[in-house]
Structure formats: structure tokens, C-alpha cells
């Protein structure tokens, strides 16, 4: 019955921004990344983005992270600036103790800028952490 459905809560799992300088085309670009700040690993991690705002839309990105160790991260993806006035909605799933677990985060529209940033610890950058 519904009652023993169980839904874990995803905790110390993260998904920030970080603006960062881009070697090959020598600026700065807005890099999405997940962080696992948990104290185990996380199995086929996946990440579905998008970006919307009313009727304007972005294509569907569906990225496999898969395994991510305790303390760690990895980058998702690059996000256009054209795409930072749209909402950004990062869906993750993933595994851990054989229970799938999911979480939404957001980025609302027009937050992404440099006087949002905020230290990311586990990274040692400055970044802007997804609601």
C-alpha cells in the first residue's frame, strides 16, 4: 500500500554553478557540476536538465554521470549565457544502499550572476548553489 512506500530524502547531494575560465577560448564560462558531500558514493547518477520561462524553452539534456565517490564531484555540463535569464532545472536520480533516490534543483532566472557566488567548500571555488 501507499503507506509502505518508502521515499528517501536526498541530503549532501548538490548541484552548483561555477564560473569558470575556459583555456581554449580564453573567458569564462558557467559550468554546472554535481557534488556528493555525502560520507558514501552514489551509483548511475544521472542529471536531466532543461530551461524554460513561460513559452520559451530549451532542448532536454540528459547526461550519465554514473558513479560519483564520497567527497567528490563532476561537471554536467556548460550552460550558454543566453540561457541564464530561463529558469534551469537539473533533475538528478541515483543510487546508494539499492535505493533509487531523486531530487530537483532550480536555478530561477536571473540568479546566476557574480554577486550570488558563495565558496563551494569541497571544491575550493566560488560557485552558486541550486535551490
Known amino acids: 500500500m501507499k503507506k509502505?512506500?518508502?521515499i528517501p530524502i536526498v541530503k549532501n547531494v548538490h548541484i552548483v554553478i561555477i564560473h569558470e575560465w575556459n583555456e581554449e577560448f580564453l573567458d569564462k564560462d558557467w559550468n554546472v557540476y554535481i557534488v556528493n558531500n555525502r560520507t558514501t558514493g552514489i551509483e548511475m547518477t544521472m542529471v536531466v536538465s532543461k530551461g524554460y520561462d513561460g513559452?520559451?524553452?530549451?532542448?532536454?539534456?540528459?547526461?550519465?554521470?554514473?558513479?560519483?565517490?564520497?567527497?567528490?564531484?563532476?561537471?554536467v555540463e556548460v550552460v550558454q549565457d543566453d540561457v541564464l535569464?530561463?529558469?534551469?532545472?537539473?533533475?538528478?536520480?541515483?543510487?546508494?544502499d539499492n535505493k533509487l533516490y531523486e531530487k530537483r534543483f532550480v536555478f530561477e532566472k536571473n540568479t546566476i550572476v557574480e554577486k550570488n557566488l558563495v565558496r563551494i567548500p569541497?571544491?575550493?571555488?566560488?560557485?552558486?548553489?541550486?535551490?
Open 122 to 131: 569541497l571544491m575550493r571555488k566560488e560557485g552558486i548553489y541550486a535551490n
Open 4 to 6: 509502505d512506500i518508502e
Open 85 to 96: 535569464a530561463l529558469n534551469n532545472e537539473f533533475f538528478v536520480t541515483f543510487y546508494d
Open 55 to 75: 513559452d520559451r524553452k530549451t532542448s532536454i539534456m540528459r547526461h550519465s554521470i554514473g558513479d560519483i565517490e564520497a567527497k567528490s564531484f563532476k561537471k
